[in-house]
């Protein structure tokens, strides 16, 4: 069964850190591209980050300097390091596998797998 389990969500202040973790199953870890997508109440979901099986990375603007995906395929885990968290950082956060083998970006309708979502807040 392919399943994504993500988990490290909470509250912070602005300022703070947060590493979020995802455990994949069944054979979702070798699929090409994985990623976190973010949504907050009442706007679309957005790209965070993505990381390809070769260590390729890419960032939102947002993110960028602040957030740092990661892959161990030891323990079939994609990981996202948040630093310097911001009020507007808040969202429901989810890892996603895409379902193309060969290329790798942003966009929600690439990616068929996802997993439940874990909640960051980050108060001022």
């Known amino acids: 069964q392919e399943q994504l389990v993500e988990s490290g969500g909470g509250s912070v202040q602005a300022g703070g850190s947060l590493r979020l973790s995802c455990a994949a199953s069944?054979?979702?870890?070798?699929?090409?591209?994985m990623a976190w997508f973010r949504q907050a109440p009442g706007k679309e979901r957005q790209g965070v980050t993505y990381?390809?099986?070769?260590?390729?990375?890419n960032y939102a603007n947002s993110v960028k300097g602040r957030f740092t995906i990661s892959r161990d395929n030891a323990k079939n885990t994609l990981s996202l390091q948040m630093d310097s968290l911001k009020p507007e950082d808040t969202a429901m956060y989810y890892c996603?596998?895409?379902?193309?083998?060969?290329?790798?970006?942003?966009?929600?309708?690439?990616?068929?797998?996802w997993g439940q979502g874990t909640q960051v807040t980050v108060s001022s």
């Open positions: 996603a596998a895409a379902a193309t083998s060969f290329s790798c970006r942003l966009v929600a309708s690439d990616f068929d797998v």
């Open positions: 069944g054979s979702i870890w070798s699929r090409y591209c």
């Open positions: 990381i390809t099986q070769g260590g390729t990375t």
